[in-house]
């Protein structure tokens, strides 16, 4: 049997999802379903990913019981960054091969994940094109794999506190105004 890690990005429907892996694979399989967290921006900054990570363990369940029929399946919730999902699946799981569903993948996901050494096939079309420079950069610093990540850290609670001081010391010197 085939071993083969399925990635789903995003909210596909299952049933579209059945289908066409079905195409893809000629024969049974073995597929460990991963499923990355997607956190939103403003949950990042709170660290409240619980809710995300839950979205994501239903996504797995929804597969695991539409895929049922394909072979043996198993499946987690992953990491928020998908190919940070793919390698931490594929320290227990031997796969042949990598397929991406999900339109949420950005174009540049495949060539990411090519650097394990297993062919990566796409399910669906794949996206018109996929963010620039700058959503890239943002979405690795989000997903905390960033090396500024602690420069911003460290710079955005100085700049916070400095400005919590200037309009402390403007506050003080009003009072001081009006009362002398």
Not at 61 to 82: F, K
Request: proline share 5%; glycine share 8%; no cysteine.
């Amino acid at each position: 049997m085939r071993n083969v890690l399925l990635l789903l990005v995003g909210d596909d429907a299952p049933l579209r999802l059945r289908d066409e892996l079905a195409a893809h694979l000629d024969a049974p399989a073995r597929i460990r379903v991963v499923a990355p967290a997607q956190v939103r921006t403003l949950d990042w900054l709170a660290t409240a990913d619980d809710a995300a990570q839950r979205q994501a363990e239903v996504r797995v369940l929804e597969a695991e019981w539409t895929l049922a029929e394909e072979g043996e399946i198993a499946g987690a919730a992953g990491d928020v960054d998908p190919v940070q999902a793919a390698e931490d699946a594929l320290r227990t799981f031997a796969a042949d091969e990598i397929v991406v569903a999900g339109a949420a993948a950005d174009a540049g996901l495949e060539a990411r994940l090519r650097r394990f050494g297993l062919p990566v096939a796409r399910l669906g079309s794949p996206p018109e094109q996929g963010p620039g420079f700058a959503a890239r950069s943002f979405r690795s610093f989000t997903a905390g794999r960033s090396e500024a990540v602690p420069f911003a850290a460290f710079v955005g609670v100085n700049v916070a506190l400095a400005l919590l001081g200037v309009l402390l010391s403007a506050l003080v010197a009003l009072i001081v105004w009006l009362f002398f």
